[in-house]
T-cell receptor
Framework: SQTIHQWPATLVQPVGSPLSLECTVE??????LYWYRQAAGRGLQLLFY??????ISSEVPQNLSASRPQDRQFILSSKKLLLSDSGFYLC???????????????FGDGTRLSIL | EDKVVQSPLSLVVHEGDTVTLNCSYE??????LLWYKQEKKAPTFLFML????IEKKSGRLSSILDKKELFSILNITATQTGDSAIYLC????????????????FGTGTRLTIIP
């Protein structure tokens, strides 16, 4: 069966420091991968998605970037964190789109990021 | 801009009660509507609905979609304390081409609390 791992679970970082959050998926190949941010009282906001190695689409302009160096690895990064980057970050995967139709997204346990 | 509105924002009921959660949407090129349950960390997938009028059922949970009126409901019968969670509704749209339905727009969720 497929599993998704995200780490760390919590992170406290000072303003201006770099960031690297990692997400890996097991038990599937060529998944679609996603990074979301969930702010208190707001829905999940899609930040990035990827349909393959090195293919990244950004949904909103921001201080963050994403990379997919391997098929089942998705990394969220920042060179200099801002206070506004605080939030709950979720990684998700889905089967690639095919003529079988849509496939649901499945989420990791998330990283709670606090910027001081 | 795609929009997903959930109601009520929060709901407190006694164990054994039946609840109905609502999700209305406005989205271009609608493809599917998904329900997730989020307890403490990862949202877990409940249902995906693509056709009007066909009820999906899993134990005490059921959901139905009305594509004409652009809404869905999630019913939970004989509620238990373990049903306490935030219930998220998301709508996927068809982007076209190879990418299919990668993008989900989430509502802010309904926080359901079950009192023993």
């Amino acid at each position: 069966s497929q599993t998704i791992h995200q780490w760390p679970a919590t992170l406290v970082q000072p303003v201006g420091s770099p960031l690297s959050l990692e997400c890996t998926v097991e038990g599937t190949s060529n998944p679609n991968l996603y990074w979301y941010r969930q702010a208190a009282g707001r829905g999940l906001q899609l930040l990035f998605y990827s349909v393959g190695i090195g293919q990244i689409s950004s949904e909103v302009p921001q201080n963050l970037s994403a990379s997919r160096p391997q098929d089942r690895q998705f990394i969220l990064s920042s060179k200099k964190l801002l206070l506004s980057d605080s939030g709950f970050y979720l990684c998700a995967w889905s089967e690639p789109w095919s003529d079988r139709g849509n496939q649901p997204q499945h989420f990791g346990d998330g990283t709670r990021l606090s910027i001081l | 801009e795609d929009k997903v509105v959930q109601s009520p924002l929060s709901l407190v009921v006694h164990e054994g009660d039946t609840v109905t959660l609502n999700c209305s949407y406005e989205v271009t090129n609608f493809r599917s509507l998904l329900w997730y349950k989020q307890e403490k960390k990862a949202p877990t997938f409940l249902f995906m609905l693509t056709s009007s009028g066909i009820e999906k059922k899993s134990g005490r949970l059921s959901s139905i979609l009305d594509k004409k009126e652009l809404f869905s409901i999630l019913n939970i019968t004989a509620t238990q304390t373990g049903d306490s969670a935030i219930y998220l509704c998301a709508v996927g749209r068809l982007k076209g081409g190879y990418f299919g339905n990668e993008k989900l727009t989430f509502g802010t969720g309904t926080r359901l609390t079950i009192i023993p």
